[in-house]
């Protein structure tokens, strides 16, 4: 491999995160991440990267160390971590997140590294029903993308006019060892709690976890990599999701399958908005069908589990496997 590239990670700790730090280590990159505090720096260094205390919404030594790096990757989530976020924290959630990843931008610049990739979702393209979405279709966040899908323009047009090169991904619900399919679905499914919520018709599109820091992989060696730009970069999206986008019938039958269970029943919106929230069950009964071409033809990303039949019982063997 050529040398090996200095990358700066904030939200290492998090589900994505730890993947991209595992993936990245792997291929010999060095690579720090920023912790909000000491035990989450021990996090960081049980993955076998080193930390730096510090918090992208506040001032500190973390802008100055990020000199010495090539790329720098947010992969950041506002709000408390095991605190599902609600409608109504939206404003502040979205104020928090954007000036996290304009600071990120901002430390960019001055430390002068060779890029950064930022972190956003395909939910900020909102409901889009049958047609299928690129990267060009327009965006109407809702559901979870509501608290990032507003700020893309603002950051890549903060990014262009300080020449900071700038890859913006925009990740499928993913799937894996971790967060909300850990956590939250498959204990549903345990104890008989899952629910299709409304018709379960509409279109997901999801990505397992380890696909996807593949594609995070590819990008940061596309930056660290690359000659430095002659001309102002012009900021790059990737959609990166798997080939098949699927109902969230067919969605939970995959799961249900996996687990041995039955396929669950479903419950009107007006009850799941009660049960679980609106801004969740905006998410889940949104419908998108996106592409993943620009990620495959740019990046030369393939595609490890093209489909959630191949990658969920990859991701359900993995969890029982460690308890
Ligand atoms: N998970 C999915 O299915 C999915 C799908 C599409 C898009 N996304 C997007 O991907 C991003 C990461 O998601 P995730 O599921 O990995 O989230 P996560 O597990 O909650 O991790 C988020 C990480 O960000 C860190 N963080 C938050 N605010 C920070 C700040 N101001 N400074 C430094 N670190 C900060 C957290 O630190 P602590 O560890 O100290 O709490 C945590 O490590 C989010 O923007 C999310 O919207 C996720």
């Known amino acids: 491999m050529a040398v090996p590239l200095n990358i700066f ?92 990843c304009s600071n990120l931008i901002l430390a960019v610049h001055e430390g002068m590294l060779k890029g950064l990739i930022l972190t956003l979702g395909v939910l900020s393209y909102g409901d889009h029903g049958e047609e299928w979405v690129d990267e060009d279709t327009p965006r109407e966040p809702i559901g979870y993308g509501r608290f990032s899908g507003p700020a893309v323009h603002t950051l890549a047009h903060l990014a262009e006019s300080k020449r900071v090169k700038a890859t913006f991904m925009f990740p499928g619900w993913a799937y894996g060892n971790g967060s909300w399919f850990k956590d939250m679905l498959l204990p549903a499914f345990e104890q008989g709690q899952a629910r299709v919520v409304g018709s379960g018709e509409n279109y997901m599109s999801f990505v397992h976890v380890e696909d ?17 730009p002659e001309e102002r970069p012009v900021p790059q999206m990737f959609n990166l999701v798997d080939d098949q986008p699927t109902t969230q019938k067919e969605w939970l039958s995959v799961v249900a399958r996996a687990l041995a269970k039955p396929t669950p029943p479903s419950i009107s919106v007006a009850e799941s908005v009660q049960q679980a929230g609106e801004l969740w069950t905006e998410s889940v009964t949104c419908s998108l069908r996106v592409k993943n071409e620009r990620a495959k033809s740019m990046l030369g990303w393939t595609l490890k589990y093209p489909t959630v039949h191949a990658g969920v019982p990859v991701a359900v063997g993995a969890i029982r496997k460690e308890r």
């Open 9 to 100: 990670i904030a939200g290492g700790a998090g589900f994505i995160g730890r993947h991209l730090v595992k993936a990245l280590l792997a291929r010999g990159h060095e690579v720090y991440g920023l912790a909000k505090d000491r035990m989450r720096g021990k996090v960081l260094e049980e993955l076998g990267c080193r930390s730096i205390i510090g918090n992208l919404l506040t001032n500190g030594p973390w802008e100055r160390a990020i000199e010495k790096f090539d790329v720098a990757i947010g992969c950041t989530m506002p709000g408390r971590r095991g605190q599902p976020p609600t409608m109504k924290q939206v404003p502040d959630l979205l104020k928090s997140h954007t000036d996290a």
């Open 212 to 228: 996807l820091a593949e594609a995070y992989v590819l990008a940061v060696e596309e930056i660290g990599y690359s000659p430095p």
